[in-house]
């Protein structure tokens, strides 16, 4: 790594969307670093990316956040793009049937860390003068998702925290901006299509139907038209976009997630 790349550190990345953003970044010269809690996941990136480009860590506990970036903060000694990119689906149950501890783990993956590596890494941008943000929210941040409590609560709450921080940081030159995803297609989209038609006793395949006419496209999208909205908006062509949350779903109709018979 060159005293004058762009750094980059992406939660989750070593798969998945995150390994997505990672390799684009990694296309348009950055060094990208990543933690993840996939061991496998993990060894792998280190062997494409670099050895040290990677740790396992364990997002909801802070000791290991801490640990896992002061590891990181020693290596690059700058950070250019922090990605917030770590979550989880959490439960699909009707709010009375969500047990706690489902509630607060989706809580603390899909919201708490990323104030956790936010709060450690935004002192780097204050003194570089300059610094992009990109939290990872979801069209369930822009709708009502029946069955999705937790999740719904935490990624409203990342576009809060996105306008928020806009504001904060935006004298340092330090912009905040929230990708909003659809339904991406992968394993990880797959499991929840599997849990909801348990959930509704439907089949698969009547589920996958119903989220692709949720968007005006009637379709999903890939993890690379995500990737490439978050290089656009480290980029100089987003230089002057901060605070806002965009989606990028095909325009999300609704998230009703299943058909009145």
């Known amino acids: 790594m060159s005293s004058d790349q762009p750094v980059a550190f992406i939660s989750a ?13 990694g296309n348009e010269g950055f060094a990208c670093f ?19 480009t ?32 770590v979550g989880i689906a959490g439960p699909t149950a009707a709010v009375e049937d969500i047990r706690v501890e489902d509630w607060q783990q989706t809580i603390d993956v899909d ?18 003068g300059a610094g992009c943000i990109v939290n990872m929210s979801s069209n369930a941040g822009l709708h009502g998702f029946p069955l999705r409590s937790p999740y719904v609560a935490a990624k409203w709450a990342l ?16 912009r905040v901006n929230a990708v909003c995803p659809g339904s991406v ?6 499991r929840v299509i599997d849990r909801d038609a348990s959930q509704r006793r439907l089949t698969p395949d009547h589920i996958r139907q119903v989220y692709q006419r949720q968007s ?13 909205m978050v290089h656009f908006l480290a ?9 806002q949350a965009i989606a990028v779903d095909g325009n999300t109709e609704g998230l009703t997630n299943w058909l009145d018979e």
Do not use: Y
């Not at 990345?13 to 970044?25: E, S």
């Not at 297609?185 to 797959?190: A, E, F, L, M, V």
């Open 111 to 128: 919201l708490s860390a990323h104030f956790l590596a936010t709060r450690r890494l935004v002192p780097l941008m204050k003194e570089a």
């Open 54 to 85: 990677a740790q396992v860590c364990d997002v909801s506990d802070p000791e290991q956040v801490d640990a896992c970036l002061d590891t990181f903060i020693a290596s690059s000694g700058r950070i250019d793009l922090l990605v917030n990119n």
């Open 159 to 174: 576009i809060g925290l996105t306008k928020t921080w806009a504001m904060e940081l935006g004298r340092w030159k330090i």
């Open 216 to 228: 005006s496209l009637r379709s999903f999208v890939d993890a690379e038209d995500i990737a490439a």
């Open 235 to 243: 980029s100089d062509a987003g230089a002057r976009i901060s605070g």
């Open 185 to 190: 297609s992968g394993p990880r989209i797959d």
């Open 13 to 25: 990345g070593a798969a998945g969307i995150g390994l997505a953003i990672a390799r684009r970044l």
């Open 34 to 52: 990543v933690n993840d809690v996939d061991a496998d996941a993990v060894a792998a990136f280190n062997r494409e990316f670099g050895a040290g």
